[in-house]
């Protein structure tokens, strides 16, 4: 079993910036890919980045790339989501996830797809306003 604790969340203004922290607890040694989700009111939950943490290598969703950023830190074991020019379509509940299945494609990797992940954070509300 894996618990994962976000936080960073908050309310900010279109254009600004907010990081968020996860840090798993627990059996961690089997959850290489972890990663970063939303969901916003009447959406469906979707994958923003996810890393594979035994090479740092990285998948960012199209609607996120070039502003948000996934990162490790290996010694806490957490991850992060740096999340830059922040829009009002990024409003949504941020959850880190861990479990997922790792891939390999000239090196092993991780996908953003809902449905591999195993655990769950509670989730971390992101408002950002025009």
């Known amino acids: 079993q894996v618990e994962l604790v976000e936080s960073g969340g908050g309310s900010v203004q279109a254009g600004g910036s907010l990081r968020l922290s996860c840090a798993p607890s627990g059996n961690t040694y089997s959850s290489n890919c972890l990663g970063w989700f939303r969901q916003a009111p009447g959406k469906e939950r979707e994958g923003v980045a996810v890393?594979?943490?035994?090479?740092?290598?990285?998948t960012t969703a199209d609607p996120v790339k070039g502003r948000f950023t996934i990162s490790q830190d290996n010694a806490e074991k957490a991850i992060y989501l740096q999340m830059n020019s922040l829009k009002p379509e990024d409003t949504a509940t941020y959850y880190c996830?861990?479990?997922?299945?790792?891939?390999?494609?000239?090196?092993?990797?991780?996908?953003?797809?809902?449905?591999?992940?195993?655990?769950w954070g509670q989730g971390t509300q992101v408002t950002v306003s025009s």
């Open positions: 996830a861990a479990g997922g299945m790792v891939r390999y494609s000239g090196g092993l990797y991780c996908q953003p797809d809902r449905n591999e992940y195993k655990y």
């Open positions: 890393i594979y943490t035994g090479n740092g290598r990285t």
